[in-house]
């Protein structure tokens, strides 16, 4: 363990140590006499071994992985360190090997662009040039090649004529495509929004009109139709219940008072008439407000919305500010234009306005709608009432089991993993979407459901009458399987050295609780390092972040809470510190879907100096959302009111135009899109036990096949110094 001598770490001292006895060693060494110390080599080869330790974890930057992979020469010479030799080895292979797949992909893509591209397979161009992008080392060279300009160019055209044409999937696309191109400068921003909100309008009034756009996309591709759609729990009416004027005026209202970034009233306002004018000029709407069919009727209520826009842009430009009194009126107007037109039910108008009102704050503020809150519950209580499965579509979109969870009344039934559900309360399960059929299952504790069940070998459909219970959702994984409970665990990546591992999902109630057993089960089986992967983790509960960071500083500021102007607010500081692991070395693994309470965690732990930090900028969610009920108390609301400031005073926050954000890692690891894909699937799979208790894959796969280098580097780093200073002191 990286122990502290007056300050200095113990391998800082025996660097100085080493070399002041190397300085003498042509006076002590025998040429004859091959001896080590403690299996570490002579005095110079110790110095050499701590020397390049100290180098691994006092370099920063993309670099380190290359002093990591080029070790010197003693390191061959040591009979202790056979483990972090073999370690460097396969990752020095490792890396030639997926190098070699990157160039050898490179040249494939270029020739699949210039194919597709030739034949007007737009889509499918445009997939290769964002992987061409993502593989590049010279990003603005790819934009800037002949076939990527004019694929934007023919994309651009075809995008806009699709939606003009009512081909909404296929805008979306293109759209989406050419987004990814522009990420950084938000060419395209706009019209990916546009576009979703005409799809998501879609999903929840004419989902079956959405189903078959689907699947006639699926069949123009090559693939095979879908399902006939399934109508099971589908009724926006009842989704939309309880939703009315006072409602969206009072979350305006909110909004308009405390919004981080002072955005206007009108602006909002522009916002609701904008995805209302989107609403009436999707087509596909018709099925459920026919008064859309009418053109004139059309038309009208059309020319309402230019004369409400237009008021209020002139308003603008004249430096009148809305009020709550122009809320109203415009809320008041848009429904009477409505009712005297198209009449499009009142609570859909409302809950599309809405939708466009928040759409022009940020991408976190948001009414949450009634049948929304529970799921928006679920989330961050981690628990949830239901039978304890988790559940997916397969390639045939068969709804099947992934897993039931230990100790829930679908593990105690007997359901086992790869299940098909057939019926849901003897109600067909063909063409369901994943949402209905959670949906359905989900519900009160103490209620029932029955799932009918194909199961491979079994002659007929097995009936399972569940009572749905509270499920707890563990937030705290280690690094494989040890049983069918969702808690047993084996946290050693590396059991003979003791190096631990533990992957937070998310932060809810109990993550700090469940993180501190733990790692007390690992201290009482002697670990000496620790890897804590927060990749993938969207945050959560911010009480959470600060329980965490309060396992490992021992006290301090978390957080400080500021107004756009600079004001703080609020601050949260470490309670009840403690500093668990002690001065044993720990990583912490981040990447950019590591958000928000994920960032304060690991933005403090660089700050107070209690980890490195390995793998990409994080996302840059270093926002502070406030929800609350409104009026009616079944809707509620979620409102950014201020911003995050780490305690060496980094905004985490993704501001429109800034030039950095998030939390940088001290390494920059990153990782080939073929990497991603293939280590999120084998630890999803690694993360699921079959009826034997015996996990479906192997995680070191993840190491051993290089898939995972930024793993690889974390765990490399920690041998570096745990079997270094080990085999230096003699403890091995």
């Not at 009512?166 to 921003?189: M, P």
């Not at 009616?632 to 409102?639: D, E, M, S, V």
Request: hydrophobic share 40%; glycine share 10%; net charge negative.
């Amino acid at each position: 363990m990286n122990r502290k001598y007056g300050g200095r770490s113990l391998l800082g001292v025996l660097v100085a140590a080493a070399s002041l006895i190397a300085g003498t060693a042509g006076l002590l060494r025998n040429p004859s006499a091959s001896a080590q110390v403690n299996n570490a080599g002579p005095a110079g080869s110790t110095a050499e071994l701590a020397e390049w330790s100290e180098q691994v974890w006092s370099a920063r930057g993309a670099g380190v992985r290359e002093i990591l992979l080029h070790p010197p020469e003693v390191l061959h010479e040591v009979a202790d360190l056979a483990p972090l030799r073999e370690g460097v080895a396969r990752a020095q292979q490792n890396s030639s090997m997926w190098e070699e797949k990157r160039i050898a992909r490179v040249g494939e893509i270029r020739g699949e662009l210039q194919t597709a591209l030739g034949n007007g397979e737009l889509v499918k161009a445009l997939r290769s040039a964002n992987e061409l992008y993502e593989l590049e080392t010279d990003r603005d060279a790819v934009r800037a090649s002949e076939e990527v300009s004019r694929l934007i160019r023919e994309s651009d055209a075809a995008a806009r004529r699709h939606e003009a044409e009512g081909r909404w999937l296929d805008a979306q696309s293109l759209f989406v495509g050419l987004h990814y191109l522009h990420e950084e400068e938000k060419t395209y921003e706009g019209d990916v929004k546009r576009v979703g909100q005409r799809l998501q309008m879609m999903r929840l009034y004419v989902p079956e009109a959405l189903h078959e756009l689907r699947s006639a996309q699926r069949v123009a591709e090559g693939e095979e139709p879908l399902p006939p759609y399934n109508a099971l729990g589908e009724d926006w009416r009842t989704k939309l219940d309880g939703i009315n004027d006072r409602t969206i005026v009072a979350g305006i209202l909110a909004a308009g008072e405390r919004h981080l970034f002072h955005v206007g009233m009108g602006e909002m306002l522009l916002g609701g008439l904008e995805a209302i004018r989107t609403m009436v000029t999707t087509r596909d709407l018709e099925a459920a407000f026919p008064g859309l069919k009418d053109a004139a009727n059309t038309q009208k209520l059309l020319a309402a919305i230019d004369q409400q826009v237009s008021a209020l842009k002139q308003a603008a430009d004249a430096g009148a500010a809305s009020d709550a009194q122009d809320v109203f009126a415009v809320i008041r107007g848009l429904m009477m234009a409505n009712r005297d037109s198209v009449g499009i039910d009142p609570r859909a108008l409302l809950h599309e306005f809405g939708n466009g009102a928040m759409s022009r704050l940020d991408d976190y503020s948001t009414f949450i709608w009634p049948y929304e809150v529970e799921g928006f519950q679920r989330t961050t209580e981690g628990k949830f009432t239901g039978v304890g499965i988790q559940i997916t579509l397969d390639e045939a979109f068969q709804l099947k089991v992934v897993t039931p969870l230990s100790g829930t009344p679908a593990a105690r039934a007997g359901i086992r993993p790869g299940d098909l559900i057939r019926k849901i309360d003897g109600e067909s399960t063909l063409g369901i979407a994943l949402s209905q059929a959670v949906d359905r299952i989900t519900g009160r504790a103490g209620t029932e459901v029955t799932l009918s069940l194909e199961r491979e070998g079994q002659d007929g459909l097995l009936e399972f009458k569940l009572t749905r219970a509270e499920i707890p959702i563990f937030s705290v994984k280690g690094w494989k399987r040890s049983g069918e409970d969702e808690r047993s665990w084996d946290w050693f990546i590396d059991p003979d050295h003791k190096i631990g591992y533990v992957r937070l999902t998310q932060f809810s109630r109990e993550t700090h609780q469940e993180l501190r057993d733990a790692i007390s089960s690992m201290l009482r089986d002697g670990m000496q390092g620790l890897i804590l992967d927060l990749r993938y983790n969207p945050g959560g509960l911010l009480d959470e972040a600060v329980n965490v960071t309060s396992l490992f500083v021992p006290s301090g500021t978390v957080v400080t809470q500021e107004d756009a102007d600079g004001n703080v607010r609020d601050h949260q500081q470490i309670t009840n510190g403690t500093t668990l692991i002690g001065d044993r070395p720990m990583i912490v693994l981040v990447n950019d879907g590591s958000a928000s309470a994920s960032e304060i965690v690991a933005g403090c732990l660089q700050d107070y100096g209690k980890a490195l930090l390995v793998g990409e900028r994080t996302f840059g969610k270093g926002s502070v959302q406030n929800v609350m009920p409104l009026p009616g108390g079944i809707t509620h609301f979620k409102l950014t009111t201020q911003y995050y400031r780490l305690p060496r005073g980094r905004l985490i926050h993704h501001a429109p135009g800034a030039a950095t954000w998030g939390v940088e890692p001290d390494v920059t690891v990153t990782m080939l899109p073929g990497q991603i894909e293939e280590s999120l699937k084998l630890r999803q799979d690694a993360d699921v036990v079959d009826a034997s208790g015996t996990p479906l894959a192997d995680p070191s796969r993840l190491l051993y096949e290089g898939i995972d280098p930024q793993l690889d580097t974390a765990l490399l780093m920690i041998q570096s110094r745990v079997l270094v200073e080990q085999a230096i002191a003699g403890k091995s």
